[in-house]
């Protein structure tokens, strides 16, 4: 029997789930650009000279395989030579092991601590980290920008700006949909105002990490719809809501948005979840030196 | 166990001076609203107050009184004030203890005793002066050291910080003398409060079983009622049953975002186990949602990836 990457798995159970090829659906966006998806995360790679350059590798053995073979197919006798982490989750970029195990891995350097912190089983460990806000990448042939406006959604997220394309590609942050379910490792605090940054480039096409891809009209939507939820939220608990009671957040939050947002997908499945996750905040005031007004990384000193 | 329902009538209408985090302005009807408090001794000079949802300490000293945290909003900050003044009239609180960062916790110093002093481990000072919180005081004095021993106006205990848990620079206190330990949000009564809201689960439960190399048989949370030693490891007892439950419910396709899927699932194979669990039916699929994510997305942040620790204290 093969050796197999489990990441966090412990279960004796568990192979089956992890060796699964889900079917994978590709998109080409430009000359260069592609977009690929298991029918729920969403990510890109590019054509260059001699090479592939691939974000993320998706979240198990078997969809990472997957998506290698897919790349293979769609630009066959090239090798994938780079891999660029959006961010750290295990569900995006958890077995470069499995997809690229040679290739180059660029990741933000927090994301980078975190990960050799984890030691998950198939994380491969960034090979280049990239320190600050804004980069230009230039690697065989192809040029574009890699973002990290401050935390959004886990740690050292990068977004990727395609100036040629006008095409931004930003993962687990502002979705198209109301399909947010918890909102795990969303940083409230931040999360609007650091990807509302982002408008100022010029693009009006918007690759998400999950489902379909948008358009720079339905991204400030989004924008809109979380910074709502934010201020009914807070209204909630001013006024004697039962926060801890996910129906009633629910039952208050969807009768104050629903002619607003209820044309975003899974509002009525979602927003009592949203709802929960967001009041919370105000309860307790954000989660870490990440979810406050100047944020920073508590222990990251103590990390090599 | 005493009440304090019949508080002045000037205490319930105070208005909102301290606002948190919220950005709404205007009243904030929540913030300044009085809550009833009962207070109960626990042994020696350690006593225990609630609302009946969130649960702190105070210790009666020689001069004054040690409080820990400040409980929710400024309304229950004053309440809780108040109670101490019942217990020990004419007494000051010269010292607040910060159990860890949360507002709801210890949030509104500035309306219970704002000229206390304040002690907190410095995770959580720096977490606090960051978040530049309305009523939040920042620490006068922190430590960061994983124990440090107080002798504060005649009470001796020990400030204990274990690893991540919850929150930041989340601190237990032991009494060695009272055999007694307090820590908030962390060991609690039941099932693990709704989406186990700021949990480092990778070093959680081993950071909390370091707390049992302790001499204690009362243990005090930080909400609900005081249990024992059997209590404190039946709730850790949990976390890694939960552990399990989650990689099973991935492993058969459960999607963690599927609220009724979810709920259903919870109640079909959850509940033989955990269904007699206070707050199972409230709470238990949401702990579920949120521990299948651990093992999707792996911890979260530093703290949530923090390597796990054995070691006895």
């Given at each position: 029997m093969s050796q197999l990457n489990t990441g966090l798995f412990t279960a004796p159970n568990a192979r089956e789930y992890l060796e699964r090829e889900p079917e994978m659906s590709v998109d080409r966006i430009s000359g260069r650009l592609w977009t690929i998806s298991d029918g729920v995360r969403r990510t890109i790679f590019l054509e260059g000279h001699s090479s592939v350059v691939a974000f993320d590798t998706f979240g198990t053995p078997g969809a990472a395989k997957a998506y290698h073979k897919a790349v293979e197919a769609t630009i066959p006798g090239k090798p994938i030579g780079t891999v660029i982490y959006s961010h750290d989750h295990l569900d995006h970029a958890g077995f470069a092991e499995d997809f690229a195990p040679e290739a180059e891995i660029i990741a933000d350097e927090m994301c980078a601590k975190v990960i050799r912190l984890r030691q998950a089983s198939g994380q491969r460990i960034p090979t280049r980290e990239l320190n600050g806000t804004r980069h230009e990448i230039d690697i065989d042939g192809l040029q574009f920008t890699l973002l990290n406006p401050g935390p959004t959604h886990g740690t050292g997220n990068l977004s990727a700006y395609f100036a040629e394309e006008r095409l931004l590609f930003s993962s687990d942050t502002i979705l198209p949909n109301a399909r947010y379910g918890l909102m795990p490792d969303y940083h409230i605090w931040n999360l609007v105002r650091f990807m509302r940054g982002l408008l100022d480039l010029d693009w009006d096409t918007f690759v998400p990490g999950r489902y379909e891809i948008t358009n720079r009209d339905r991204f400030i939507h989004g924008c809109d719809f979380i910074e709502a939820v934010q201020e009914e939220c807070q209204r909630a608990f001013a006024e004697f809501v039962p926060i801890w009671v996910m129906d009633a957040m629910q039952g208050y939050v969807a009768a104050k948005l629903g002619d607003r947002f209820g044309d975003l997908d899974g509002f009525g499945e979602h927003i009592g979840l949203i709802a929960t996750r967001i009041v919370h905040h105000y309860l307790m005031g954000g989660w870490s030196l990440e979810d406050t007004p100047e944020p920073g990384y508590l222990l990251a000193d103590q990390l090599t | 166990m005493n009440d304090l329902s019949d508080e002045t009538e000037q205490a319930h209408d105070t208005p909102c001076e301290h606002c948190g985090i919220f950005t709404l302005g205007g009243d904030i009807p929540i913030q300044?609203?009085?809550?009833?408090?009962?207070?109960?001794?626990?042994?020696?000079?350690?006593?225990?107050?609630?609302?009946?949802?969130?649960?702190?300490?105070?210790?009666?000293?020689?001069?004054?009184?040690?409080?820990?945290?400040?409980?929710?909003?400024?309304?229950?900050?004053?309440?809780?004030?108040?109670?101490?003044?019942?217990?020990?009239?004419?007494?000051?609180?010269?010292?607040?203890?910060?159990?860890?960062?949360?507002?709801?916790?210890?949030?509104?110093?500035?309306?219970?005793?704002?000229?206390?002093?304040?002690?907190?481990?410095?995770?959580?000072?720096?977490?606090?002066?960051?978040?530049?919180?309305?009523?939040?005081?920042?620490?006068?004095?922190?430590?960061?050291?994983?124990?440090?021993?107080?002798?504060?106006?005649?009470?001796?205990?020990?400030?204990?910080?274990?690893?991540?848990?919850?929150?930041?620079?989340?601190?237990?206190?032991?009494?060695?003398?009272?055999?007694?330990?307090?820590?908030?949000?962390?060991?609690?009564?039941?099932?693990?409060?709704?989406?186990?809201?700021?949990?480092?689960?990778?070093?959680?439960?081993?950071?909390?079983?370091?707390?049992?190399?302790?001499?204690?048989?009362?243990?005090?949370?930080?909400?609900?009622?005081?249990?024992?030693?059997?209590?404190?490891?039946?709730?850790?007892?949990?976390?890694?049953?939960?552990?399990?439950?989650?990689?099973?419910?991935?492993?058969?396709?459960?999607?963690?975002?599927?609220?009724?899927?979810?709920?259903?699932?919870?109640?079909?194979?959850?509940?033989?186990?955990?269904?007699?669990?206070?707050?199972?039916?409230?709470?238990?699929?949401?702990?579920?949602?949120?521990?299948?994510?651990?093992?999707?997305?792996?911890?979260?942040?530093i703290e949530g990836n923090w390597q796990q620790d054995t070691t006895p204290l």
């Open positions: - | 300044g609203a009085w809550r009833d408090i009962t207070y109960v001794p626990v042994r020696d000079n350690i006593w225990s107050v609630s609302e009946g949802i969130y649960r702190t300490i105070f210790l009666k000293g020689q001069k004054g009184v040690v409080a820990f945290d400040t409980l929710t909003t400024p309304g229950t900050a004053r309440a809780y004030a108040a109670a101490v003044g019942r217990v020990y009239p004419n007494n000051p609180i010269h010292t607040i203890v910060y159990s860890h960062d949360h507002l709801d916790h210890t949030g509104y110093a500035a309306d219970m005793a704002p000229d206390a002093n304040i002690i907190a481990h410095e995770l959580c000072d720096k977490v606090v002066r960051a978040r530049r919180s309305d009523g939040q005081l920042p620490a006068t004095e922190v430590f960061a050291d994983e124990r440090k021993s107080y002798s504060i106006d005649g009470n001796e205990f020990e400030l204990i910080y274990p690893g991540p848990t919850h929150g930041d620079g989340n601190i237990a206190a032991y009494f060695p003398e009272s055999k007694v330990l307090f820590m908030v949000d962390t060991v609690i009564p039941g099932v693990g409060y709704t989406f186990f809201p700021d949990w480092h689960f990778t070093p959680y439960v081993s950071a909390m079983k370091r707390l049992l190399s302790l001499d204690w048989d009362v243990f005090v949370p930080g909400h609900f009622w005081i249990t024992d030693r059997q209590g404190f490891i039946d709730s850790l007892d949990y976390y890694d049953r939960m552990s399990e439950f989650a990689q099973q419910a991935i492993i058969n396709g459960l999607d963690p975002h599927d609220w009724a899927e979810v709920t259903k699932y919870t109640n079909l194979n959850l509940a033989g186990e955990f269904g007699q669990l206070f707050r199972f039916g409230e709470y238990c699929a949401m702990n579920l949602s949120r521990y299948m994510q651990q093992y999707l997305t792996g911890g979260w942040g």
